[in-house]
């Protein structure tokens, strides 16, 4: 038994736009960018190892770095939201579309921060659906287009170029979250 009162989908929904969002992307900042500056040092293989073990563990860094952001992403000190729910599945599709990148990266080891750039990426675009907000978009449509271009223009550092291409975004996405938070909250 609850205290809570029901609340519709459209209340849950105002109550979610407030969020700042930060967490999340500071964690991918991070991630990608030890990944990026990693595999100027490592071998091929150990290369490797640093991008999935960073993109792998860019949630439970969210969950760490929401304690500095004051962010609840685990949903333990607010009322249930069915959008915290829509954002822990997007979670768990983007670690699913890892069973993807697999086999392709065993074909041309080469392929995996194409393929882990672009398909984690895909998450943003039901945010901007959950929030209202054209940020989810243009990271999403952003990341996939630039992510492409660089694994394209630049074959020999591949490891280090995709990185920087997704690290560039976060860093415009959190400029453009920051700002959506501060409008969000001052009305």
């Known amino acids: 038994m609850t205290d809570q009162p029901m609340r519709s989908l459209e209340e849950q929904r105002e109550e979610y736009k407030k969020n700042r969002f930060l967490a999340m992307p500071l964690a991918g900042t991070i991630a990608w960018a030890v990944a990026g500056i990693g595999s100027l040092f490592l071998s091929a293989q150990h290369t490797v190892w640093l991008l999935f073990i ?15 952001t004051g962010e609840d992403l685990l949903g333990k000190k607010s009322p249930k939201n069915t959008f915290d729910a829509l954002f822990l599945q997007t979670v768990i599709m983007a670690l699913l579309v890892f069973a993807i990148a697999i086999p392709f990266f065993m074909a041309d080891y080469t392929s995996l921060p194409l393929t882990i750039g672009i398909l984690t990426g895909l998450m943003w675009v039901p945010l901007s659906w ?23 223009a630049f074959p020999d550092h591949r490891f280090t170029a995709v990185p920087a291409v997704v690290v560039a975004i976060y860093l415009v996405t959190i400029v453009i979250l920051e700002k959506r938070w501060k ?5």
Do not use: D, E, K, P
């Open 130 to 152: 959950a929030i209202q907000h054209w940020v989810g978009l243009f990271h999403g449509i952003a990341r996939t287009v630039l992510v492409l271009g660089a694994w394209y």
């Open 54 to 68: 960073a993109t792998g563990s860019i949630f439970y860094l969210g969950v760490l770095v929401a304690r500095f």
């Open 183 to 187: 409008a969000a909250n001052a009305a």
